[in-house]
């Protein structure tokens, strides 16, 4: 079975650039996560999808981050301009969770290792 | 959101058990305890979890105290691969609303040869 897909594996940009992250789940996965994290540091989550909705991004720097999930399967995550403290490995996981609350296991993958000059 | 308390670090020789202590005094009745570990340059996979009772699977062994306020995770038999951070995570998905994972910063489990 393939596991959570996730493109670049590495990127670097200058401060003030834009960059974007994609995500494609396990296929039947109804959620899906971002992850950032920080080195050192455990994940900390962003943003949740149950299908193409968003459930909770109350973490996400939403003056600066956006995440979509058009047609409730592939995922983008942009920065737009990046900063100097976004550096981080940004994670996608997926569940199969249909419905929220279903105590349903995440599957991650590798992530993005972003450095921001 | 019932916070973890683990060790920063610890180290184990190979193929020797390993236990992994939690403690999670405000745990509520309805979190789950859920274990997570990262292999380098990997993201977490999931290990094992649990309510009330000891759960075992391939990977580990859970053993939840009686009054669930702490967890182990026990590894029955190291290897080199066992080397990663492990996270141990409480998870109420009975409280309704967004269920996303709360980690801390884990025990980085170091294996000696």
């Known amino acids: 079975e393939a596991g959570v897909a996730q493109s670049p594996r590495y990127k670097i940009i200058e401060k003030r650039q834009s960059v974007a992250f994609w995500c494609n789940p396990i296929?039947?996965?109804?959620?899906l996560y971002w992850y950032q994290q920080i080195l050192g540091q455990g994940p900390k989550l962003l943003i949740q999808f149950q299908n193409n909705g968003v459930v909770d991004d109350s973490q996400l720097p939403k003056d600066r981050f956006s995440a979509e999930r058009l047609k409730g399967v592939d995922s983008t995550l942009k920065i737009q301009p990046a900063k100097l403290e976004d550096s981080a490995v940004y994670l996608c996981?997926?569940?199969?969770?249909?419905?929220?609350?279903?105590?349903?296991?995440?599957?991650f993958g590798s992530g993005t290792q972003l450095s921001v000059l | 959101d019932a916070k973890t308390t683990q060790p920063n670090s610890m180290e184990s020789n190979e193929e020797e058990p390993v236990h992994l202590p939690c403690n999670h005094s405000?745990?509520?009745?309805?979190?789950?305890i859920h274990w997570y570990r990262q292999l380098p340059s990997q993201g977490p996979e999931y290990v094992i979890h649990g309510l009330t009772s000891n759960v075992n699977n391939r990977m580990a062994s859970l053993a939840i105290a009686e009054d669930r306020k702490s967890s182990t995770l026990i590894l029955h038999r190291a290897t080199l691969r066992d080397a990663a951070v492990y996270y141990c995570i409480l998870r109420d998905v009975l409280r309704g609303g967004a269920d996303g994972l709360t980690f801390g910063k884990g025990t980085h489990l170091i294996i000696q040869p």
């Open positions: 296929s039947g996965h109804a959620t």
């Open positions: 405000t745990i509520s009745g309805t979190d789950y």
């Open positions: 996981a997926s569940s199969l969770a249909r419905v929220v609350g279903t105590n349903e296991k995440l599957f």
